[in-house]
């Protein structure tokens, strides 16, 4: 391990205040990200959401972009279990 993710380590096991303060400005970016996408989507026609979400499943990917689409997509159907109103 390098001395930069050294300490960093250190001062992640050292801070429980900056990783809640981490967790929490997560949390608020998953909120206004769904709130953003939620509009969006509902606002789309059917052909054009379903040509969306096929792009997004066909684009290259990359550990970081699935990471980040893998908790909107779970916080999405959490929070929506039915699905686009229709």
């Known amino acids: 391990m390098n001395s930069c993710a050294a300490s960093v380590m250190t001062c992640w096991r050292s801070a429980p205040s900056a990783r809640a303060m981490a967790y929490r400005a997560a949390a608020v970016w998953i909120e206004q990200s769904l709130a953003c996408l939620a509009e969006a989507v509902e606002r789309m026609p059917e052909e054009r959401f379903l040509a969306e979400h096929q792009a997004a499943h066909d684009a ?16 999405w159907w959490r929070r929506w279990p039915e699905g686009r109103d229709e």
């Open 60 to 75: 290259p990917r990359s550990p970081s972009g699935d990471m980040v689409a893998t908790v909107l997509e779970r916080e």
